[in-house]
């Protein structure tokens, strides 16, 4: 069975930073292009960048020069470095599969919470 754990969220004032690690097992990391979305309250979830199996990231333009994927194969665990923290950063971050037709069952998230 496949299970994305998600952690390393918290309290963090604007300008902080936090380090969220996404750990799988039951799959490969490495195999797979992987993402880090989060969902916001009343909002519907985004995605906010993604890692390919060769590495190559992308960012969405609301985080892109503050937020950096990163992965550790041999941990099976992806990370996402967020700098500059700001309030509308505020939201639960998830990982999973970034091809939509291939994304699996959603973790419990990580809450992140921006505030001074």
């Known amino acids: 069975q496949v299970q994305f754990v998600e952690s390393g969220g918290g309290l963090v004032q604007p300008g902080g930073s936090l380090r969220l690690s996404c750990a799988a097992s039951?799959?490969?990391?490495?195999?797979?292009?992987m993402a880090w979305y989060r969902q916001a309250p009343g909002k519907q979830r985004e995605l906010v960048g993604s890692?390919?199996?060769?590495?190559?990231?992308w960012y969405a333009d609301s985080v892109k020069g503050r937020f950096a994927i990163s992965r550790d194969n041999a941990k099976n665990t992806m990370y996402l470095q967020m700098n500059n923290l700001k309030p509308e950063d505020t939201a639960v971050y998830y990982c999973?599969?970034?091809?939509?037709?291939?994304?699996?069952?959603w973790g419990q998230g990580t809450q992140v919470t921006v505030s001074s």
């Open positions: 999973n599969r970034a091809v939509a037709t291939l994304i699996l069952s």
């Open positions: 039951g799959t490969n990391l490495g195999f797979y292009h």
């Open positions: 890692i390919s199996s060769g590495s190559s990231t």
